[in-house]
């Protein structure tokens, strides 16, 4: 089988929620942090890897018409404490970015599949870039929990968007930054990076999302390592996000045979060695 699909379980929980603000502010000059608390219990029901369809608000500017998928940056420790980190970019995130500290927003989820991780795990490699780290994060805190041993590779703009601090909350961890801005960000120097990270670490596992070009570095070099496990959290654009309307999908190798899957459905997650195309979608 080619992903894993939401068990029954899983898709019980979804559902509509009326959250309220409790903290919003810039992170820096392209990212806001969002939290809100809800009298569900969402925390419990909510893994890393998955996300919720949020209800942005229509201002005078910007009217945004469909939901907006956004990967679940922290759940917890309060039971119904949720929170986001994202990137203003677009018509639904610069009217989400007006929403004041004691308003209310409404969400749908969990929705999606989660990233695989053992207990066993002795360390794993995650390779973020942008807002991709903000999917990532709740690994971070599982892997740490465990007593894992964790390496990144975080890629950025410029020095000011990389977020090393809101990527690792806290955990320990062996950082490699790299940036546009000077170049250590290129694919041939990322490309030796994680190859002689690769080597001598030998992690278990490899985690990955938000790029589609290191997607595919990350395809080449993992044919060295075929008994790494490897793993993307996919953006794609949505329309529904529960399956029904298939703007989502993409291909995928399945024990090779290509087929289509959905994003929000059998994913967001899915092998790294499974994506085929290429079609940029961040």
């Known amino acids: 089988m080619c992903a894993t699909v939401c068990s029954a379980e899983s898709a019980a929980t979804v559902a509509s929620y009326r959250c309220r603000i409790v903290e919003h502010y810039w992170v820096n000059q392209r990212y806001k942090y969002i939290r809100l608390e809800s009298d569900a219990p969402l925390a419990p029901i909510t893994r890393p890897g998955q996300f919720y369809q949020l209800n942005c608000p229509a201002t005078t500017e910007a009217q945004p018409f469909l939901l907006r998928p956004m990967s679940v940056y922290g759940a917890g420790p309060e039971a119904g404490r949720i929170e986001f980190l994202y990137n203003v970019t677009g018509v639904g995130t610069r009217a989400m970015a007006t929403l004041p500290v004691d308003g209310h927003m409404d969400i749908v989820g969990p929705l999606g599949n989660t990233f695989t991780f053992a207990p066993s795990f002795r360390r794993v490699l995650l390779v973020a870039r942008g807002v991709g780290l903000a999917t990532m994060a709740p690994l971070v805190h599982q892997a740490a929990e465990a007593g894992a041993g964790i390496t990144a590779v975080m890629s950025a703009r410029t020095p000011g968007d990389l977020m090393e601090k809101e990527f690792l909350r806290g955990a320990t ?82 024990d090779g045979d290509k087929q289509f899957l959905r994003v929000c459905r059998e994913g967001p997650v899915f092998r790294i060695r499974e994506v085929v195309g290429e079609v940029e979608f961040g």
């Open 173 to 254: 961890a062996e950082v490699h930054s790299v940036f546009d801005s000077d170049g250590t960000s290129s694919v041939e120097a990322v490309e030796a990076l994680l190859r002689r990270i690769l080597a001598e670490q030998r992690p278990d596992a490899v985690y990955t999302c938000g790029s589609h070009r290191l997607l595919m570095l990350l395809q080449r070099v993992l044919q060295d390592h075929p008994a790494v496990l490897a793993e993307v959290a996919m953006e794609q654009r949505m329309a529904c996000g529960m399956g029904v309307c298939l703007s989502c999908v993409r291909m995928f190798n399945c």
